[in-house]
């Protein structure tokens, strides 16, 4: 489905709506999108259903295997379970093309489970803990596959009560599901079943495993999933491709409960000379995010990189850039004020590498150089002044793993709340993978996020993409693994309130501009198409529902 979807099979909020009216009209145009739209839930909680069986029947394959040694049979178990749940999603989409192209493909779900059962028997093998496991270790790893086969249809059958509409009984499936994991993994603890593997890890193994099949079953939206979990999940947006592009806005308000101006809040356009504003783009996002209930991050009042008219690059003195600024920040912050949830306030303050030079790793632009260190406490508190309402943020890359330019960041963070500054979250922005740089676990994400929570801080994702391209067969499958990671780290942090990526969609990507045309650094691809990453987020809101406070 994936690569091979189009647009044209999609469930659309706005080609539906126009159906409802030719209806209404006295017109009898039944559209199959509308067909589509009513069926949809049902199909969801179908595939839920059989993704859940297919869930258990896996790991008891493995399981007997584990006793039995037996490697053909195990083969043949996996092709058995395969063909049924490929058998049972054909049928549950039958008629309703817009139920394949809202959920992964069979086979798609069938190999990222398989692979993490696989993973879990792996983690089992591991060096023992304790004692050797001795002669009963094939029957006591089938047994904890065997509890965690009916943890996983559990979990991910509780999907199917929610996509149901049947929030209570989906908690309490889910709860019950929980308790009775943890009890059969006491038992078998007390047998000495879990030398190799912890309780711990094996109960995050099996949730993880749960949500994997779930993000991949359910038709519900990123937008409903992070409703549910009670976070945002944005995109970076231009407004000129709402009106070229009829699936953009539809599909932002669709899957999103946040947009962040890509371009238009910056200097440049929206302040090109000391006189002239240009509001009208970024009043059309602020607008259309009021119409469809999206949260607003403005992006950036001051960047020193990027995007900086002449006026103000080249002003002369302190006095007359401090008054550019005050300027600058009344007039723009001001407009939106009540309107902005997020104000990037100063995008990138640090050097490009984390290298201190001789600024103390403060990026050397005209600011500094003019300003000295402390225009980003003024800058913030300008904002503040012009919108006491918006939470204010420095924005960085290259901080999510600790490191020299983390630390920088950090030392930043705390002085600006030491100096008093108005300050009140952080964003990483997540380009992650850039020509071949490390991306961070999960873990190491979480802490970072942790790190600067302690200091009181919210904590935001603000530009998630990877430097990916399809000339790279693993890409796909690590960009699924990248999204779940990236997503359930931050939010596992009750600071965490947000991940946005920057651009709607691959064909929309700075990167295509910037690095590579043929680039595919988003959960949405060509022609809308839901990518592996696509289903990675969705899992990582569904454990995120379940994790958080
Ligand atoms: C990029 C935009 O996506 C492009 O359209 C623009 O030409 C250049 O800037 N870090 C940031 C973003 O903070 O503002 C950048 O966005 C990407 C890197």
């Given at each position: 489905m994936t690569a091979s979807a189009s647009p044209e099979t999609k469930p659309h909020p706005r080609r539906g709506a126009a159906a409802l009216v030719l209806l209404a009209a006295g017109l009898v145009v039944v559209s199959p999108d509308v067909e589509a739209a009513a069926s949809l839930e049902g199909c969801g909680a179908r595939k839920t259903a059989r993704a859940g069986d297919a869930c258990e029947q896996v790991l008891q394959v493995w399981g007997r295997w584990q006793r039995s040694g037996d490697d053909a049979a195990r083969d043949a178990g996996i092709r058995h379970a395969r063909a049924r749940l490929e058998g049972a999603w054909t049928r549950a989409q039958r008629g309703v093309p817009a139920c394949a192209d809202a959920t992964a493909t069979s086979t798609d779900v069938f190999a990222r489970m398989n692979s993490a059962v696989g993973a879990f028997v792996t983690a089992m093998d591991?060096?023992?803990?304790?004692?050797p496991l001795g002669p009963r270790t094939g029957r006591c790893r089938a047994r904890l596959l065997r509890i965690a086969g009916r943890a996983c249809r559990g979990l991910v059958r509780n999907e199917e009560a929610r996509l149901e509409g049947n929030q209570t009984r989906a908690e309490a499936a889910a709860a019950r599901a929980r308790e009775k994991l943890g009890a059969a993994w006491t038992v078998a603890n007390a047998s000495d079943c879990l030398t190799a593997i912890g309780v711990d890890e094996a109960d995050a193994a099996v949730e993880r495993l749960a949500a994997t099949v779930a993000g991949d079953a359910t038709s519900a939206t990123l937008r409903e999933l992070a409703d549910a979990a009670g976070v945002h999940v944005g995109a970076a947006v231009e407004p000129s491709h709402i009106a070229t592009d009829p699936l953009y806005g539809p599909t932002l308000a669709a899957e999103f409960t946040s947009l962040t101006t890509e371009n238009q809040m910056n200097w440049e356009p929206i302040h090109?000379?000391?006189?002239?504003?240009?509001f009208g783009p970024a009043d059309e996002l602020v607008a259309f995010a009021a119409q469809h209930g999206l949260r607003v991050r403005a992006h950036?009042?001051?960047?020193?990189?990027?995007?900086?008219?002449a006026y103000v690059q080249n002003a002369s003195s302190a006095t007359e850039l401090r008054a550019l600024v005050a300027d600058h920040v009344a007039a723009v912050a001001g407009r939106y004020a009540g309107r902005v949830?997020?104000?990037?306030?100063?995008?990138?303050?640090?050097t490009f590498f984390g290298d201190p030079g001789?600024?103390?790793?403060?990026?050397?632009t005209v600011f500094l150089r003019l300003l000295g260190p402390g225009y980003i406490a003024e800058a913030l508190r300008l904002a503040h002044a012009a919108d006491p309402h918006a939470r204010l943020f420095v924005n960085e890359f290259?901080?999510?793993?600790?490191?020299p330019k983390q630390e920088r960041f950090y030392r930043l963070a705390r002085d600006l709340l030491e100096a008093g500054a108005p300050l009140h979250g952080v964003g990483f922005?997540?380009?992650?993978?850039?020509?071949g740089t490390p991306v961070p676990t999960g873990a190491e994400l979480l802490e970072a996020v942790r790190r600067f929570a302690a200091l009181g801080l919210e904590v935001e994702i603000t530009e998630l993409d990877q430097y990916a391209f399809?000339?790279?067969?693993t890409a796909l499958a690590r960009q699924h693994a990248l999204y779940h990671d990236v997503l359930l780290g931050c939010f596992?942090?009750?600071?965490?309130?947000g991940v946005t990526v920057w651009g709607l969609a691959d064909p929309y990507s700075w990167v295509r501009v910037?690095?590579?045309?043929?680039?595919?650094?988003?959960?949405l691809g060509d022609g809308y198409a839901r990518k592996p990453a696509y289903f990675g987020s969705r899992a990582a809101l569904i454990q995120a529902r379940s994790a958080r406070p």
């Open positions: 591991g060096s023992p803990r304790g004692a090109p000379e000391p006189d002239r504003y240009e950036a009042l001051l960047w020193g990189r990027f995007a900086v008219p949830a997020q104000w990037v306030v100063v995008n990138e303050p640090l001789d600024t103390d790793g403060l990026d050397p290259g901080v999510e793993m600790p490191g922005q997540g380009h992650l993978g850039f020509f399809p000339d790279d067969p596992l942090s009750p600071a965490c309130g910037f690095f590579r045309a043929d680039a595919i650094p988003l959960p």
